[in-house]
């Protein structure tokens, strides 16, 4: 049989989806498959998929006819296409129009909106969940709303983010970090991730005004850009609040490794790369319990619901006088890890779903 040809497709991508977009086409290309990866041109700069051997194409985030065109013409010999969030199936969607090739999408997240974008969001949710030969979802809620949307088979997948690189195990250099930070003689918070309402960043400032009086009176670090920064900064300002905006920070692990405390505190998130390098790392984590993130963590974090500043402030000022919980935490989230699926798991997962709707093909020789 031919080599099996796969083209992945993206949109503007997630953190998260683009990691995952990068290890899935690094597995598949190891193990024999030509990959050839659609998505913005400023994607395979950041996660380098052309360095993984995979053929990488430039295709914008827009559906207008040329797009949708550029993409065509890539995915015109492949196999399967794999379309990965919302956006990107739907211009799959379009693309595969006519042709006999299958589609597997994989819902990363929940697109969320209100009033007339949330019809929107519906329609296209039926679009790509009907358009798809398989839909894998990250998390059961995921899996269940594609169903509801139409999906003739949908599957969980749980996407496990790349183990993250281990942190610098020299303490004179942690200290130094600390101490660049201004965080000698007191805790250090951390929280990362693009700065947009659903990551609940304003709920986690009015934590941190009500924390504020803990002594010593921890800092609280996040990175990330976005749309909401200005505001946010305003807030800090304004309020004189313990927290530093450190923007697009090109060692997250390395600034989470140093942390006594990690928080997320979204108002959903499916498997959230957070989540997941804390626990690695044994760093004790308070996370809201929405969407996958009680699926993902287990017992090995401290969960509060969304939106309640009041609970996240508890949970955190319980923790920092707490060291034994802290302790309890640290050494239960690699525990946690383990029972998570590798990237091999992922990789194994999704070649057999493509050789299962390659079949057909191999029979008749291709």
């Not at 196999?79 to 969607?93: E, F, K, T």
């Amino acid at each position: 049989m031919s080599q099996l040809r796969t083209v992945q497709v993206l949109g503007g991508g997630s953190a998260g989806s683009s990691a995952h977009v990068g290890s899935l086409t690094a597995g598949l290309v190891a193990r024999g498959v030509h990959v050839t990866v659609c998505a913005p041109a400023e994607l395979d700069r950041a996660h380098d998929y052309s360095g993984t051997g995979a053929l990488f194409a430039p295709v914008p985030r827009r559906s207008d006819p040329a797009a949708v065109a550029a993409l065509r013409a890539a995915c015109a010999t492949a196999d399967v296409v794999h379309a990965h969030g919302l956006h990107a199936a739907v211009r799959a969607s379009l693309a595969l129009g006519g042709l006999d090739i299958p589609l597997v999408v994989t819902w990363h997240a929940r697109a969320l909106a209100e009033g007339a974008r949330a019809r929107l969001l519906r329609l296209m949710e039926r679009r790509a969940a009907r358009a798809a030969a398989v839909v894998l979802g990250t998390t059961s809620e995921l899996v269940d709303r594609a169903r509801s949307r139409g999906a003739r088979d949908a599957r969980l997948a749980p996407v496990s983010a790349p183990a993250p690189r281990r942190p610098d195990p020299n303490p004179d250099r942690a200290d130094k970090a600390r101490a660049e930070l201004g965080v000698v003689e007191r805790p250090l918070i951390v929280s990362y991730g693009s700065l947009v309402p659903h990551h609940g960043y304003g709920t986690l400032l009015d934590a941190a005004r009500l924390w504020c009086d803990l002594d010593p009176a921890p800092l609280l670090v996040i990175a990330g850009e976005g749309r909401e920064r200005a505001a946010l900064q305003r807030r800090i300002r304004n309020e004189e609040l313990s927290v530093r905006i450190v923007g697009d920070h090109d060692d997250t692990t390395g600034l989470l490794a140093m942390a006594d405390l990690a928080v997320l505190s979204s108002s959903w998130e499916a498997r959230s790369v957070l989540a997941q390098e804390a626990l690695r790392l044994g760093v004790p984590l308070v996370a809201t319990a929405v969407g996958g993130v009680p699926e993902l963590v287990g017992d090995a974090a401290e969960l509060v619901p969304c939106e309640d500043p009041e609970a996240l402030a508890r949970a955190v000022a319980g923790l920092l006088c707490d060291p034994r919980r802290r302790e309890q935490l640290a050494a239960a989230g690699p525990v946690q890890a383990a029972t998570w699926p590798t990237e091999d798991d992922t990789i194994a997962q999704v070649l057999s779903v493509y050789d299962e709707l390659t079949q057909p093909l191999a029979t008749r020789g291709r």
